[in-house]
């Protein structure tokens, strides 16, 4: 099986910064996507920013230009660096991971447990 844990979130106001990590562990071949979600209560959960193994990143355009994605995979580890917070980024984030557990098994997702970020004055 496979665990991810979130670590990071809290109170941070309006233009204050916040970094996410999320750590992998179990039996992991290797991530071949790392994704970062965010959901207030009533929503949908939106996607927010994606990492590839190949070394590519995608940004939601809501917060292009203020959040940032990087993975250490020697860690099995991404993380969010969140900047210039606004109210409306008040959410609980989630990563998911997109595993391999071996050359021959397809892919599978997995989540974290969710942290929550509250951007207030």
């Known amino acids: 099986q496979v665990q991810l844990v979130e670590s990071g979130g809290g109170l941070v106001q309006p233009g204050g910064s916040l970094q996410l990590s999320c750590a992998a562990s179990g039996k992991i071949w290797t991530i071949v996507t790392w994704s970062w979600y965010r959901q207030v209560p009533g929503s949908q959960r939106e996607w927010v920013a994606a990492?590839?193994?190949?070394?590519?990143?995608n940004y939601a355009d809501l917060v292009k230009g203020r959040f940032g994605i990087s993975r250490d995979n020697a860690k099995n580890t991404a993380y969010l660096q969140m900047n210039n917070l606004k109210p409306e980024d008040t959410a609980v984030y989630y990563c998911n991971a997109n595993v391999r557990k071996n050359a021959g098994r397809p892919s599978e997702d997995y989540w974290g447990q969710g942290v929550q970020v509250t951007v207030s004055a």
């Open positions: 990492a590839s193994s190949g070394g590519a990143s």
